[in-house]
């Protein structure tokens, strides 16, 4: 009997939420990580973008991940975890402390994706002017942009950051790799 794309996803599903229930209560962290990732694959797979499901599923893969220093598995699914990058962004790590933003950030840079995922193009361009030791209205003359919307970039950078001060949003790029 074959059985449709559908009844295979869903036989998949029902196996993988097996070996996570068995892998939570055994405490097996490194199946932890291969069973949320490959939950995440499926669920893509079936386009069933729950956005809530796949968050925190990858929030508990990181936050594994960052606590037993485990890589491989985030290696093998670079393909899923790159397509929920591009797909969710920043959302991604909705609830993410800040070792778990910087093991993220490390994962990010061994599979080589894209890590201006913190911070938008435009809020890169402001860091590296910051970076300078430009004022806002220095700044915004150089981008050619207004000195509110600078003023706005620099407010995000904080926040993406989870700094409070210029200093500290350089200190911390240059940290994390996003600023030399």
Known sequence: MLLSARDQNQQAMEVTNHLLEISRKERIYLRIIGADLLKIEL?????????????????EAIH???????LNEFFIYRKEIDRLIKEMGNELMENFDTEERHFHQKILRLLELDEVTILSHREMDVLNELALGLTNKEISAKLYISVATTKTHILNIY???EVNSRVQAIEEARRIGILD
């Open 64 to 70: 594994y991940g960052n606590e037993y220093e485990i």
């Open 159 to 161: 926040r993406k950051l």
């Open 43 to 59: 669920l893509l797979k079936a386009q069933s973008l729950n956005k809530r499901m796949i968050r925190d599923l990858y929030h």
